[in-house]
């Protein structure tokens, strides 16, 4: 991979919500996170574009990081589709495809779709803090599942992170980012089946059940086959079944099916074909 010169990303911890008074179709005037702040990986992300070339290639295959950028872009906006009909007590659209919902965020300029993602996320986040000043457990219907709506925001910051370390790579900021332990919980929780549907379709011994962790210190994380249906699982001990070892960072890369680039970073201890079966089934998504 060719690596842009880049800076390291200013870090904001969390986010600062700013209450306003709005009105609602469901009702009388409620109290709105109208600014939910962004988050620290879209910063980090935005930050790396400025110095990375729209055309080079990503870890994520057939995307360059113009490709990334619009699909984080679309993502946003699609997000937003859904929840503005929720505001208005209407019908929650089906959710689209990445290839309607993209090509016309690929087909603009960098730098108007980098002003165009800043603008996506901004109106995102501003959806969300009145959709949850409203009703904080609300859950709508997306990509044919049920997704609460407080889900959405450790979801983007996984999508920042991950997108951000397929065009820039290992560094110190990636590290960071991809190792906080609430955005390895909410891929588990949210898409511990979904993280492991494309490699199923690969998995060479599809009818033998399996058990191996990825220990990072910590809880393990448990990849399971039991009686046809796979998952991820966060396991509260370190019993001795069969692992591989990563630092936190990694695991992060290893779940969503990226590898780090300094390889060291991840040591197995399984045999060959088990080795081989975990890395089949966590092909990504």
């Known amino acids: ?114 002003a165009r993602l800043e603008t996506e996320d901004e109106t995102m986040r501003a959806t969300i803090g009145q959709v949850l000043a409203e009703a904080p457990d609300a859950v709508i219907t997306w990509t044919g599942r049920q997704m609460a709506v407080a889900k959405f925001l450790p979801h983007m910051r996984n999508e920042f992170a991950i997108h951000r370390w397929d065009f820039v790579g290992d560094d110190d900021t990636s590290n960071r980012l991809l190792a906080q332990p609430e955005l390895t919980a909410h891929a588990v929780g949210v898409l511990g089946e979904i993280l492991l549907r494309r490699g199923r379709k690969h998995d060479p011994s599809p009818e033998q059940d399996f058990h191996v962790r990825l220990r990072a210190g910590g809880n393990d994380l448990r990849v399971v086959v039991e009686s ?52 089949a089934l966590l092909a990504g998504y």
């Open 1 to 114: 991979m060719v690596h842009a010169v880049r800076r390291d990303a200013p870090c904001l911890v969390g986010f600062f919500v700013r209450t306003s008074v709005l009105t609602s179709s469901r009702g009388a005037n409620v109290a709105a996170m109208d600014t939910i702040e962004r988050s620290q990986e879209a910063e980090a992300f935005l930050d790396a574009r400025q110095y990375t070339a729209p055309d080079v290639v990503s870890a994520c295959d057939g995307w360059t990081a113009h490709d990334v950028t619009a699909h984080l872009a679309a993502t946003a906006a699609e997000i937003t589709r859904h929840l503005q009909p929720y505001l208005r007590s209407e019908k929650i659209p089906q959710t689209r495809s990445f290839d309607e919902r993209e090509p016309s965020y690929r087909a603009l300029d960098n730098a108007t779709l980098l």
């Open 228 to 279: 046809g249906r796979a998952g991820l699982y966060e396991a509260p001990d370190q019993d001795d079944e069969p692992f591989v070892e990563l630092d936190a960072a990694a695991r992060t890369l290893f779940i969503w099916g990226r590898r780090p680039d300094h390889r060291e970073r991840i040591r197995s201890h399984l045999d060959q074909p088990t080795l081989a079966r975990l890395q």
